[in-house]
T-cell receptor, first 113, second 116 residues
Framework: ETGVTQTPRHLVMGMTNKKSLKCEQHLGHNAMYWYKQSAKKPLELMFVYSLEERVENNSVPSRFSPECPNSSHLFLHLHTLQPEDSALYLC????????????FGSGTRLTVV | AQTVTQSQPEMSVQEAETVTLSCTYDTSESDYYLFWYKQPPSRQMILVIRQEAYKQQNATENRFSVNFQKAAKSFSLKISDSQLGDAAMYFCAYRSAFLNNNDMRFGAGTRLTVKP
């Protein structure tokens, strides 16, 4: 499989649940990103990883916890979320950190109830 | 901080006609990249076209072309011979050319409808 793959496609969780979003890329890219896309708002950068090291955390609440075990996989662990966290979470990758365009996945539509 | 503004929340075009989507940005930097991304109902953001700020020539990709006005900080997207498959959200994006700059800034998007 090529490109950036995100699972699950949809997720409904309660505020006390713990869940994880998964992102996988088979492009040989070295940088990976998490973005949050809320209705009628610009995409918001959450986290950036380069060669498995976190290089940016954009003032994201601690209830979001990223993990990058290798350069092909990126996770976003979720716990005790709020209803306002409901959004589309997009993963992206680029060949090198800060260079060129990004390749995006199809996102996980998260609903917090 | 850099900001990207798309002033048209929605646009529509007749099939086979031409439409232009507007984008302006604010930056004090001289070297940067500009992008147009398309997000169809499948939700995947797809890169449509890219422009390097140091290039004076406007980028083109088949039916897609841009009008890059650096002094005016304007970066519009022209879609020629519109097709039904062009219907989607279109996002304009800015990224600094500094190597350690990780933040690609996006506009709020323009929803394009293509009428048969």
């Amino acid at each position: 499989e090529t490109g950036v793959t995100q699972t699950p496609r949809h997720l409904v969780m309660g505020m006390t649940n713990k869940k994880s979003l998964k992102c996988e890329q088979h492009l040989g890219h070295n940088a990976m990103y998490w973005y949050k896309q809320s209705a009628k708002k610009p995409l918001e950068l959450m986290f950036v990883y380069s060669l498995e090291e976190r290089v940016e955390n954009n003032s994201v609440p601690s209830r979001f916890s990223p993990e990058c075990p290798n350069s092909s996989h990126l996770f976003l662990h979720l716990h005790t979320l709020q209803p306002e966290d409901s959004a589309l979470y997009l993963c992206a990758s680029s060949q090198v950190l800060g260079v060129g365009g990004y390749t995006f996945g199809s996102g996980t539509r998260l609903t917090v109830v | 901080a850099q900001t990207v503004t798309q002033s048209q929340p929605e646009m529509s075009v007749q099939e086979a006609e031409t439409v232009t989507l507007s984008c302006t940005y604010d930056t004090s930097e001289s070297d940067y990249y500009l992008f147009w991304y398309k997000q169809p109902p499948s939700r995947q953001m797809i890169l449509v076209i890219r422009q390097e700020a140091y290039k004076q020539q406007n980028a083109t990709e088949n039916r897609f072309s841009v009008n890059f006005q650096k002094a005016a900080k304007s970066f519009s997207l022209k879609i020629s011979d519109s097709q039904l498959g062009d219907a989607a959200m279109y996002f304009c994006a800015y990224r600094s050319a500094f190597l350690n700059n990780n933040d690609m800034r996006f506009g709020a998007g323009t929803r394009l409808t293509v009428k048969p």
